[in-house]
């Protein structure tokens, strides 16, 4: 296949862009600097240097491409919601119309599975009739939500769209090495009412397995849940995968209400006063890890043939390993 990727030097897209070469797709990225471009060429994919933000520029160069998997994106919750909404609402609207004007055959989106998350409650088994949920004081559900509402908003006969909503999706150079991480070992990071819970995740194994199932799917406007099957504890889970990254468990544990006031106080100071840098502490981490939140995958199951075959042990021995390779070796 003759594949567009976008946000192919994040976290989700620097891994699928490995699964679709060792495939022998053909892949274009889309890419903001020289040395991304550099980073590409050596990776044996060719970069795409323009603005994915102009719909004509892009759309132009789209002719000719079987799928573009749109992976690009804003994940920093403690962002500005105006830049939420150019990077992740605006910037998806852009793309797909660009897509569609080129007629590219398929059009696949990452979502989130938290647009579903509305007021501080438990939500389990969600499926992919869960209303959406627009709330203010969640900027990057909303964006996000509003993004995925504009890919389904197509014009199926144009061209087929399928939406992935992976939960809480992890593995090496995740949120967890790049944010959760340094920030437990400062001691900026704790459990919400002791962390145990039943959660969502999904390694980006599964999650790469499910865009290869997509890239084949005949049907279109579908959305599907993708996540590891069965859930996790919430503190299980996060404290093993802090632990093989070799990062601080922490002890420290916050009452959810208090940690949401917390959160609307830090909103508040940094919006009103001139505060240097962002909240640490945010509503929207809070509701996002904070409370029992697991999905159904039923539909990924009969309709893609998902299996969540790879398990979170072998992905955690995975990132061990690396570790270890990174180091020289294992340690003795």
């Known amino acids: 296949m003759k594949i567009f990727l976008t946000g192919a030097t994040g976290f989700i897209g620097s891994h699928f862009l490995k699964h679709c070469l060792a495939a022998g797709h053909g892949v274009t990225c889309s890419v903001r600097s020289p040395q ?3 980073a590409i060429r050596a990776l044996g994919a060719s970069p795409w240097e323009g603005d994915l933000q102009n719909s004509g520029e892009l759309s132009l160069d789209l002719a000719g491409f079987d799928v573009l998997i749109h992976a690009a994106g804003c994940r920093d919750v403690a962002a500005p919601p105006e830049a939420l909404e150019k990077n992740n609402t605006i910037l998806t609207q852009r793309v797909v119309d660009a897509a569609a004007t080129a007629g590219v055959a398929r059009f696949i989106h990452i979502s989130t599975a938290s647009v579903v998350m509305g007021d501080p409650a438990p939500l389990l088994s969600a499926t992919e009739s869960s209303p959406m949920v627009l709330r203010d004081y969640l900027p990057y559900i909303r964006s996000k939500a509003l993004a995925e509402a504009s890919v389904l908003a197509v014009q199926q006969s144009t061209m087929k769209v399928v939406v992935l909503r992976p939960s809480f999706v992890w593995g ?145 021995s995975h990132i061990t390993s690396m570790m270890q390779a990174q180091q020289g070796g294992p340690q003795q």
């Open 36 to 38: 991304q471009a550099n």
């Open 172 to 316: 090496k150079g995740d949120s967890i090495d790049t944010e959760i991480g340094p920030a437990s070992n400062r001691g900026q990071f704790g459990w919400f009412s002791q962390g145990h819970y039943p959660f969502a995740t999904c390694s980006i194994a599964n999650l790469c397995d499910a865009l290869q199932l997509a890239m084949q799917y005949t049907q279109s406007e579908r959305v599907f849940n993708i996540s590891d099957g069965e859930p996790v504890d919430f503190r299980v889970f996060m404290s093993k995968r802090l632990g093989v990254s070799g990062f601080v468990v922490p002890t420290l544990s916050v009452p959810r209400k208090l940690a949401w006031w917390l959160g609307a106080f830090t909103e508040n100071g940094w919006k009103y006063l001139p505060m240097a840098g962002k909240p640490p502490l945010v509503r929207e981490m809070v509701r996002l890890m904070g409370f029992p939140f697991t999905v159904s995958i039923e539909r990924a199951r009969r309709e893609l043939g998902y299996l969540a075959a790879h398990s979170i042990e072998a992905g955690m």
